[in-house]
């Protein structure tokens, strides 16, 4: 078991480059199975989860070949098994993205349907919903996903009754290769979404509206090779500004883009920090002490749920009472009552979460439960003075890359133990 051991209580400093982002990495290789040739992707991150997403391509047939460090090329051409069994995507609740392409490319799909998380049930039915409007006939038989459509998928209007990232994403690649125009609507607009539709286009396909809450696709008989950038992580850079902000000190997160942080740097500016931006870097000063401010997680472009829990770790050393609302998923409050073990001040209510700003935090040993709530920790631990122990690291390596030589890089005193 790998455990984080930080030494707290150094204002970080300096900057760090943000990696590719994970959340639009794993939907840009699912589209590869669309490609009619190999598409070569750049500024992927080396996480578990993309390892867990090239090699289920590469097992349905495509060849994945590595180029150099956050490059790699798959062609799916001579892929034949429309499938992704549980045994190897147990561990990466995004597998369902390879459902929506693999059934309207092969006609058919088994893919095993994504367990529960620690966040929240996290269902998929939204997504076999809209499928089942383009003509799939869709079954559940023990535990997997099995989507028919023999004469292929059709357009359609769909509306999602909830914003959901990754049914989106799912949808509009299905809808790429559809006959017929899909309109989905009540759709999702975070950049990542956007960041899709975009390389779809690159490779052929016609969609409008993406960034919108309405998407129109125009299906196509095919789409072609060609080559896909993945946009900035905007979820690993806030949490490194948070982690200047948290430590009382100055961090700059290089190759990202502020305009995809607006919620979150109008938050932290209500806290006092001093925020610069240029073209593509982002720097956090923070103030003599932050200032207590409340949040309400919402579909992008609101203040997003994957910057909730590190929010909530600076909010505990704020001067004053927050309020923290999570509305997207229902439980996503594990990290409260590790941040508790270190001095926090937190009250629950349902779904908001109240802190009282203490002056500092305690170290203490803690577990990691949820990818960000181990950043929370991290980014506490990096606070407390003395030494926090993060146990469960393996849920953080999922979503962030490299996170202690980054923080290395920025003054923390942090190590990775084999224990
Ligand atoms: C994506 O998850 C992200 N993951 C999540 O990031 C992120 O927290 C989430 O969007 C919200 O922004 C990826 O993009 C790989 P949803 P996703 O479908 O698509 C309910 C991280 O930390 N819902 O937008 O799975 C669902 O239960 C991860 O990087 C249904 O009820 O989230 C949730 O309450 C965590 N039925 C809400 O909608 C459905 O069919 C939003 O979920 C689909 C969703």
Same mark, same amino acid.
């Given at each position: #078991?790998?455990?984080?051991?930080?030494?707290?209580?150094?204002?970080?400093?300096?900057?760090? &480059?943000?990696?590719g982002?994970k959340?639009a990495a794993l939907p840009l290789l699912a589209a590869a199975i669309l490609a009619d040739g190999p598409v070569t992707f750049h500024r992927i991150p080396h996480l578990n989860d993309i390892s867990t997403m090239t090699n289920l391509l590469a097992w349905q047939g495509a060849d994945v070949i590595y180029d150099d460090k956050d490059c790699l090329t798959i062609d799916t051409r001579e892929a034949n098994k429309p499938e992704a069994p549980y045994e190897m995507v147990k561990t990466m609740r995004a597998s369902s993205l390879v459902l929506g392409p693999l059934l309207v490319r092969f006609g058919e799909a088994r893919v095993s349907?994504?367990?529960?998380?620690?966040?929240?049930?996290?269902?998929?039915?939204? +997504?076999? !919903?809209?499928?089942?409007?383009?003509?799939?006939?869709?079954?559940?038989?023990?535990?997997d996903v099995?989507a028919?459509a @023999?004469?292929g998928l059709?357009?359609?209007?769909?509306?999602?009754?909830?914003? $959901?990232?990754t049914?989106?994403e799912n949808?509009l690649m299905a809808?790429v290769l559809? !006959?017929?125009?899909?309109? %989905?609507?009540?759709?999702?607009? =975070? @950049?990542?979404?956007?960041n899709l539709?975009?390389s779809l286009?690159a490779l052929g396909a016609? *969609? &409008?509206?993406?960034?919108?809450?309405?998407?129109?696709?125009?299906?196509v008989e095919r789409i072609s090779g060609g080559d896909i950038f993945t946009?900035?992580?905007?979820?690993?850079?806030?949490?490194?500004?948070?982690?200047?902000?948290?430590? /009382?000190?100055?961090?700059?997160?290089? !190759? $990202?883009?502020?305009? %995809?942080?607006?919620?979150?740097?109008?938050?932290?500016?209500?806290?006092?920090?001093?925020?610069?931006?240029?073209?593509?870097?982002?720097?956090?000063?923070?103030? =003599?002490?932050?200032?207590?401010?409340?949040?309400?997680?919402?579909?992008?472009?609101?203040?997003?749920?994957?910057?909730?829990?590190?929010? #909530?770790?600076?909010?505990?050393?704020?001067? /004053?009472?927050?309020?923290?609302?999570? $509305?997207?998923?229902?439980?996503?409050?594990?990290?409260?009552? =590790?941040?508790?073990?270190?001095?926090?001040?937190?009250? %629950?209510?349902? +779904?908001?979460?109240?802190?009282?700003?203490? !002056?500092?935090?305690?170290?203490?040993?803690?577990?990691?439960?949820?990818?960000?709530?181990?950043?929370?920790?991290?980014?506490?631990?990096?606070?407390?003075?003395?030494?926090?122990?993060?146990?469960?690291?393996?849920?953080?390596?999922?979503?962030?890359?490299? *996170?202690?030589?980054?923080?290395?890089?920025? /003054?923390?005193?942090?190590?990775?133990?084999?224990?």
């Amino acid at each position: #078991m790998e455990s984080i051991v930080i030494q707290g209580g150094v204002p970080l400093q300096g900057s760090v &480059e943000s990696s590719g982002a994970k959340n639009a990495a794993l939907p840009l290789l699912a589209a590869a199975i669309l490609a009619d040739g190999p598409v070569t992707f750049h500024r992927i991150p080396h996480l578990n989860d993309i390892s867990t997403m090239t090699n289920l391509l590469a097992w349905q047939g495509a060849d994945v070949i590595y180029d150099d460090k956050d490059c790699l090329t798959i062609d799916t051409r001579e892929a034949n098994k429309p499938e992704a069994p549980y045994e190897m995507v147990k561990t990466m609740r995004a597998s369902s993205l390879v459902l929506g392409p693999l059934l309207v490319r092969f006609g058919e799909a088994r893919v095993s349907l994504p367990g529960g998380c620690a966040i929240g049930a996290r269902p998929i039915d939204l +997504h076999l !919903k809209a499928l089942e409007v383009m003509g799939a006939e869709i079954s559940v038989e023990h535990g997997d996903v099995i989507a028919k459509a @023999p004469n292929g998928l059709h357009g359609g209007r769909i509306f999602f009754d909830q914003v $959901t990232v990754t049914g989106t994403e799912n949808i509009l690649m299905a809808a790429v290769l559809a !006959k017929g125009e899909t309109v %989905l609507e009540n759709a999702a607009r =975070e @950049p990542e979404v956007v960041n899709l539709a975009d390389s779809l286009r690159a490779l052929g396909a016609k *969609i &409008e509206g993406d960034g919108t809450d309405t998407i129109r696709i125009q299906g196509v008989e095919r789409i072609s090779g060609g080559d896909i950038f993945t946009i900035a992580d905007r979820i690993e850079t806030a949490t490194y500004l948070a982690a200047g902000l948290i430590t /009382g000190g100055d961090v700059t997160v290089t !190759k $990202t883009d502020p305009k %995809l942080l607006d919620a979150f740097l109008a938050r932290v500016k209500e806290a006092g920090a001093t925020v610069e931006v240029g073209d593509d870097f982002i720097r956090c000063a923070a103030p =003599e002490r932050l200032q207590a401010v409340n949040i309400h997680t919402m579909p992008h472009p609101g203040f997003p749920t994957d910057l909730q829990a590190q929010f #909530m770790a600076m909010m505990c050393v704020a001067e /004053g009472t927050s309020l923290v609302s999570e $509305t997207i998923f229902e439980n996503r409050f594990m990290h409260v009552q =590790e941040l508790v073990r270190m001095g926090a001040d937190i009250q %629950l209510d349902g +779904h908001t979460a109240v802190i009282k700003g203490v !002056k500092k935090l305690s170290a203490a040993p803690v577990m990691a439960t949820d990818l960000r709530a181990s950043a929370s920790l991290v980014l506490a631990g990096v606070a407390a003075e003395g030494e926090t122990v993060v146990s469960r690291v393996y849920h953080i390596d999922r979503g962030y890359e490299r *996170i202690e030589e980054k923080m290395r890089s920025l /003054g923390a005193n942090i190590e990775r133990h084999y224990i």
